[in-house]
Nanobody, 124 residues
Framework: QVRLVESGGGLVQAGGSLTLSCAASGLTFSSYAMGWFRQAPGKEREFVGAISRSGGTTLYTDSVKGRFTISRDNAKNTVYLQLNNPKPEDTAVYYC?????????????????WGQGTQVTVSS
């Protein structure tokens, strides 16, 4: 059974930092690209960023470029999302997801497995 479990969410002040983790089990982690999405109340789930199987390539949505960093540790079956200088508009439930596809990771439909999400609230 595949499980993706996010952790590290909480309340953070604008301009601070927070690191989310996503621990994977039940799959060959290094065979999956990993993505982070977020969903704010009343809004669609949106792409935040993704990282390739090896970790050598990352992709971000424009609104988080230069502020958020995705990394992964294939030995620990874990992917991370570091939020630097978060803004109140970054408040959302953050989800990690695993994709077996080789392309198209900007789309939620490219992902095979999802975590349950972790709440991030950025105070001004």
């Amino acid at each position: 059974q595949v499980r993706l479990v996010e952790s590290g969410g909480g309340l953070v002040q604008a301009g601070g930092s927070l690191t989310l983790s996503c621990a994977a089990s039940g799959l060959t982690f290094s065979s999956y690209a990993m993505g982070w999405f977020r969903q704010a109340p009343g809004k669609e789930r949106e792409f935040v960023g993704a990282i390739s199987r090896s970790g050598g390539t990352t992709l971000y949505t424009d609104s988080v470029k230069g502020r958020f960093t995705i990394s992964r540790d294939n030995a620990k079956n874990t992917v991370y999302l570091q939020l630097n200088n978060p803004k109140p508009e970054d408040t959302a439930v953050y989800y990690c997801a695993a994709s077996s596809r080789t392309a198209g990771q900007l789309s939620r439909y490219a992902y095979d497995y999802w975590g349950q999400g972790t709440q991030v609230t950025v105070s001004s």
